[in-house]
């Protein structure tokens, strides 16, 4: 099956700092979402982008279908963007089910 | 807003007891997922459903069954609860519409 990485595993951030999130996938992709999961663990939609970039708010997302990768950036972050951040892919011919990265835990610190 | 309900926040139920979640989505998808993460291992499909009354196993189906009676709504089903069933349980919904797939708020289950 199709194979998600996601790094940094792991990422310490002092408010306001910025950073990249990155997300590669080993095959060809109908779709790709980025989640956000928040401390009672619900996943929380932040894009639909199976292509192209996006924006909402101080977050932003791209993705190069071509070549096999997305990235999430966060401008000025804030505490409350902590949680766990995850890519999940799509294939139509999977039968539109959804195959997840292994996240990146993001901590902001005030 | 796409709504995807699930029945319990928390759960605590005994080894070897038959145990339900549900999970109501309110978009008229057609597709419905049941996901568990767990540390280390992250989100494992363990059923999906792309239509009433069909299912399709996932990567992780064993001690586990589905039913899907009715399009807005998807139940999963241990048989028989054991220990290593212990976990966050997601169920989520996709189809025509807004695009992407909507998830639930989650069930943490414990199997004491």
Known sequence: GIQVEQSPPDLILQ??????????FS??????QWFHQNPWGQLINLFYIPSGTKQNGRLSATTVATERYSLLYISSSQTTDSGVYFCAVER???????????????LVKP | ????????????????????LECVQDMDHENMF?????????LRLIYFSYDVKMKEKGD???GYSVSREKKERFSLILESASTNQTSMYLCASSGAGIPGAFFG?????TVV
């Open chain 2, 60 to 62: 992780i189906p064993e």
């Open chain 1, 27 to 32: 095959d060809s992709v109908n779709n790709l």
């Open chain 2, 105 to 109: 708020q989650g069930t943490r289950l």
């Open chain 2, 1 to 20: 807003d796409v709504k995807v309900t699930q029945s319990s926040r928390y759960l605590v139920k005994r080894t070897g007891e038959k145990v339900f």
């Open chain 1, 92 to 106: 139509r011919a999977a039968g539109n089910k959804l195959t997840f990265g292994g996240g990146t835990r993001v």
């Open chain 1, 15 to 24: 408010e306001g700092a910025n950073s990249t999130l990155r997300c590669n």
């Open chain 2, 34 to 42: 049941w996901y568990r993460q767990d540390p280390g291992l992250g």
